[in-house]
């Protein structure tokens, strides 16, 4: 019972390099969030916007990154462009179909993404001082969804929400660098 328990609670052995990996993949969401900044600014300039037109603006770069990625996963290669990079792939048993990619990611990237947003868009209308409900309860709720992510993710089998989801893992494509130093001693 008490091994059972540690190994629960041990680090999972590539979750350093699927944080790498993500951050690596956050690049690129990036990028997506920063080329709508001009359709935002042409919308405020021609509408003035409203806390609902900001969040569903706000809404396109989760919607985009999580499709992206659902597509690099379903794909030949079965990973992002930072997994890739870290050489790790998404495993699924069978065939990852995009449907069940798109799953995968969109608990991953899209759900927490838009849930800051909503807390974000929220707290800069007054909603947090207003005692707005849905700013509140975002507020409230991203912690513990991003918390949750992040610990499944990185404890015992390594199988986040996103990976029991979908029915995937992910496993190396090649040997970290550090276990090529290991093997060789």
Known sequence: ?????????SI????GRRARAYLLDAIGY????????????LLNAYAP????????????????????????????SHATWGKRRLGLTVAAG??????????????KIGIPWQLGHV????????????????????GVLIYPVIGVLTL??????????????SGTCVVETQPSHATMQDSSR
Request: hydrophobic share 50%; glycine share 10%; net charge positive.
């Open 119 to 138: 807390v974000a868009v929220g707290a800069a209308a007054g909603g947090f001082e207003a005692g707005d409900p849905l700013t509140l309860a975002t």
């Open 94 to 107: 069978n065939p990852l179909t995009f449907a069940r990619a798109l799953a995968r990611n969109t608990v």
């Open 152 to 165: 499944m993710t990185a404890l015992g089998r390594g199988l986040g929400p996103h990976d029991r989801a």
């Open 12 to 15: 999972h052995p590539l979750a």
């Open 30 to 41: 990036l990028g997506i969030a920063a080329a709508m900044v001009p359709a935002g600014l």
């Open 49 to 76: 916007p409203t806390p609902g037109s900001v969040i569903a603006m706000s809404a396109v770069p989760p919607v985009v990154a999580t499709i992206w990625a659902a597509k690099a996963e379903s794909g030949p």
């Open 1 to 9: 019972m008490m091994d059972t328990r540690a190994r629960a609670l």
